[in-house]
Nanobody, 123 residues
Framework: QVQLVESGGGSVQAGGSLRLSCAASRYTFSPYCMGWFRQAPGKEREGVAV???????IYADSVKGRFTISQDNAKNIIYLQKNSLTPDDTAMYYC??????????????????WGQGTQVTVS
């Protein structure tokens, strides 16, 4: 079965940077779509950035220009580089992958595979 494992979370001061990683196992569908979502306490989960197999990306307005999603195909890893962090970026961040045939968007509806999450705290 598909397995997604996130790493790279932690605590950082406002203005700082973090890079999250997500290692995917047995996710071999083509085309594919993977992305990052986050959920802050008391808030709904929101899509942050997604990347599909043709290299197209979509970002939430709140992170455009600050976050970058990328992939290392050889290692089956996706990354989320986060710069200029603010306290509003504090959340649990989840890596996710779309089910076969699902739409690649910031909506979580088509994402059937999820990691366990990694906490990011910005103070």
């Amino acid at each position: 079965q598909v397995q997604l494992v996130e790493s790279g979370g932690g605590s950082v001061q406002a203005g700082g940077s973090l890079r999250l990683s997500c290692a995917a196992s047995r996710y071999t569908f083509s085309p594919y779509c993977m992305g990052w979502f986050r959920q802050a306490p008391g808030k709904e989960r929101e899509g942050v950035a997604v990347l599909d197999s043709d290299g197209s990306t979509i970002y939430a307005d709140s992170v455009k220009g600050r976050f970058t999603i990328s992939q290392d195909n050889a290692k089956n890893i996706i990354y989320l580089q986060k710069n200029s962090l603010t306290p509003d970026d504090t959340a649990m961040y989840y890596c996710a992958a779309v089910r076969p045939g699902g739409a690649c968007s910031l909506s979580s509806a088509a994402f059937g595979y999820w990691g366990q999450g990694t906490q990011v705290t910005v103070s």
